[in-house]
């Protein structure tokens, strides 16, 4: 019986090549000669030094910039308050990944109201949609792009 799974995942690879590419363009930019600014990652956790708020503006900049050249969608970013230690401030960005359970349950309750020949299950942090035809899945799949769900949604393991 032919599937998909819905899930929301951030490539810890492609994260990586991002705030490489973040640091490098921070290097090189005149109005960050002779600051100490940067970027630090840790799992899904980017954190974001600079000496002034004005600068983490400018580098969160550079940094969605980086996501979107890697792939990443930056709906996923959540951000953390500004905290100034010292001469120093940071702004820790948090990726989400999975999906949480209130948001699969409003996944599997909009699918339903289609009334599509599809039947969803919830699985953990990811939603596996099932159908007798390939036809009604990508329906589904065409549906679940069109609406807005305050993340970014793969759809993966396609199974025909």
Known sequence: MPSFDIVSEVDLHQLTNAVDQAN???GNRFDFKG???RFERDQRVVSLFAEAEFQL?????MLQS???????????????????TGKQCKQVITLKHGIDTDTCKLIVKKIKSQKLKVQSTIQSEQVR???????DLQTA????????????????????
């Open 35 to 37: 600051v100490e600014a």
């Open 57 to 61: 503006q400018q580098m969160l900049d």
């Open 129 to 135: 949609v099932t159908g007798k035809k390939r036809d």
């Open 24 to 26: 490098r363009i921070i």
């Open 66 to 84: 980086a996501l979107h050249k890697c792939d990443i969608d930056i709906a996923c970013m959540d951000m953390g308050e500004i905290s100034q």
């Open 141 to 160: 799949i065409a549906f679940l792009k069109a609406e807005d769900f305050k993340l970014p949604l793969q759809f993966s393991n396609f199974r025909d």
